[in-house]
């Protein structure tokens, strides 16, 4: 309602009349155009299309989750081969369990997820180099078509993305049973989980919190477990 210079919510009235009407304080009953009350509904689906095409990206476009998660594709940036995913919703109470149920979008390193609107307050949102965009704030209308500012993107993807690069410290041994636990409860897993993930045998995972020289710091499996547990970055989902 904004007739008044006010602009502000009001209940609509129907039934009085060939129009609907609504009721303001300060100027009384008024009638309202119906097309006033359109509301608008996105076809993410067709969304999914338009960005795969305006970013010029490989590979297809698949449904990771129905009505909230779309990978899009793929093409080279900042240096290295990025998947693109798109997420509805992401801000939602019930985000985190949805990440959780895509393994798809966990075990894609340093992807870039392009949001609606809002972006997540959940850090884990943010983990294993995931870089997010705002489409209401990177994409425009030019001449009738989507346009998406990526160039000026792509100096801050690569910043958040070298983070995968850094060379891991290696978890004192003292800790390593705390950090392994902590894991588990975060991500409301099972230690079964944790060496599944990290693609080692059981029996490796627990020579690596006990230090045995067998899986030593730096080696390959070491590494693995590692990145799982200090970047949530998984070997296998």
């Known amino acids: 309602m904004d007739a008044c210079g006010d602009p502000h919510d009001t209940e609509v009235i129907l039934g009085m009349g060939t129009e609907p009407r609504v009721y303001c304080g300060e100027v009384g009953l008024m009638p309202i155009r119906p097309e006033r009350l359109h509301q608008w509904e996105v076809d993410f689906d067709g969304l999914a299309r338009l960005l795969g095409i305006e970013l010029h990206l490989v590979g297809g476009i698949q449904v990771v989750t129905p009505g909230r998660i779309w990978l899009l594709g793929r093409r080279q940036a900042a240096e290295r081969m990025v998947e693109f995913f798109l997420v509805q919703g992401i801000a939602r109470p019930d985000s985190v369990e949805i990440l959780r149920a895509a393994p798809r979008l966990q075990s894609s390193p340093?992807?870039?997820?392009?949001?609606?609107?809002?972006?997540?307050?959940?850090?884990?949102?943010?983990?294993?180099?995931?870089?997010?965009?705002?489409?209401?704030?990177w994409m425009h209308l030019i001449d009738g078509r989507c346009a998406i500012e990526f160039d000026a993107f792509t100096s801050l993807y690569r910043q958040i993305a070298a983070?995968?690069?850094?060379?891991?410290?290696?978890?004192?041994?003292?800790d390593?049973?705390?950090?392994?636990?902590?894991?588990?409860?975060?991500?409301?897993?099972?230690?079964?989980?944790?060496?599944?993930?990290?693609?080692?045998?059981?029996?490796?995972?627990?020579?690596?919190?006990?230090?045995?020289?067998q899986i030593a710091d730096h080696s390959e499996k070491a590494v693995r477990i590692e990145k799982l547990l200090q970047r949530g970055q998984k070997t296998r989902v």
């Not at 997540?120 to 943010?126: D, I, L, Q, T, V």
């Not at 705390?178 to 975060?186: D, G, H, I, M, Y």
């Not at 897993?189 to 627990?206: E, S």
């Open 110 to 137: 340093a992807p870039i997820i392009l949001c609606p609107d809002r972006l997540p307050e959940a850090p884990e949102w943010r983990e294993v180099g995931r870089a997010l965009i705002r489409l209401t704030e």
């Open 163 to 174: 983070r995968l690069d850094e060379p891991l410290t290696p978890t004192p041994v003292e």
């Open 176 to 213: 390593r049973p705390r950090v392994l636990k902590e894991f588990c409860r975060k991500n409301r897993c099972l230690v079964k989980d944790v060496w599944f993930w990290a693609y080692v045998a059981r029996a490796d995972l627990n020579r690596w919190k006990l230090g045995r020289p």
